[in-house]
T-cell receptor, first 113, second 116 residues
Framework: GEDVEQSLFLSVREGDSSVINCTYTDSSSTYLYWYKQEPGAGLQLLTYIFSNMDMKQDQRLTVLLNKKDKHLSLRIADTQTGDSAIYFCAERPLSGGYNKLIFGAGTRLAVHP | KAGVTQTPRYLIKTRGQQVTLSCSPISGHRSVSWYQQTPGQGLQFLFEYFSETQRNKGNFPGRFSGRQFSNSRSEMNVSTLELGDSALYLC???????????????FGPGTRLTVT
């Protein structure tokens, strides 16, 4: 089946690291993505990871993938107030067709001073 | 490069009416996907168009339809609107070619539809 789960809220202090977790069910998923949505805006693609990778680093962002447990995480180093937003994890199942993404419910990240 | 544009940004309609939303993808992109975002159901895939053909479809009733033009611009139509159709409708653009890994999709700002 296709299902993606995320915790709904995360609160961190400015300057700390944030870790947003996600679990997915479709083991055929080839790519997994992280999107960011700010109030009143569309989705911004942050990063992605291919299913044969364990880790990907992109500036302040680190993605970790545990394919055995179907667990994905996004770590944001030195979190800033501008990082406050909703973060969506998404999988692209092999059976879903070319561009069908399955999204989690989103994690609302609140950064406080 | 200009991003994905969607028009209109906001729309208010009455139950029973129909509505047409428009999406212009990034120049050179041939795939356009549509998603519905609601507080209760989250982000759900509606359909995808590539080279004027519907390539993939989600689990929505037939009241939801779409099309794509030769310039890759896409429209989606919702007929006989219901209160539950109130949502943010997002369009995503992708190159769409089989070689265009990793299938990155770039989203527009969305059209917020309110049905009263």
């Amino acid at each position: 089946g296709e299902d993606v789960e995320q915790s709904l809220f995360l609160s961190v202090r400015e300057g700390d690291s944030s870790v947003i977790n996600c679990t997915y069910t479709d083991s055929s998923s080839t790519y997994l993505y992280w999107y960011k949505q700010e109030p009143g805006a569309g989705l911004q693609l942050l990063t992605y990871i291919f299913s044969n990778m364990d880790m990907k680093q992109d500036q302040r962002l680190t993605v970790l993938l545990n394919k055995k447990d179907k667990h994905l995480s996004l770590r944001i180093a030195d979190t800033q107030t501008g990082d406050s937003a909703i973060y969506f994890c998404a999988e692209r199942p092999l059976s879903g067709g070319y561009n069908k993404l399955i999204f989690g419910a989103g994690t609302r990240l609140a950064v406080h001073p | 490069k200009a991003g994905v544009t969607q028009t209109p940004r906001y729309l208010i309609k009455t139950r029973g009416q129909q509505v047409t939303l428009s999406c212009s993808p990034i120049s050179g992109h041939r795939s356009v996907s549509w998603y519905q975002q609601t507080p209760g159901q989250g982000l759900q895939f509606l359909f995808e168009y590539f080279s004027e053909t519907q390539r993939n479809k989600g689990n929505f009733p037939g009241r939801f339809s779409g099309r794509q033009f030769s310039n890759s611009r896409s429209e989606m139509n919702v007929s006989t609107l219901e209160l539950g159709d109130s949502a943010l409708y997002l369009c995503a653009s992708s190159p769409g070619r089989s070689g265009s890994l990793p299938y990155e999709q770039y989203f527009g700002p969305g059209t917020r539809l309110t049905v009263t």
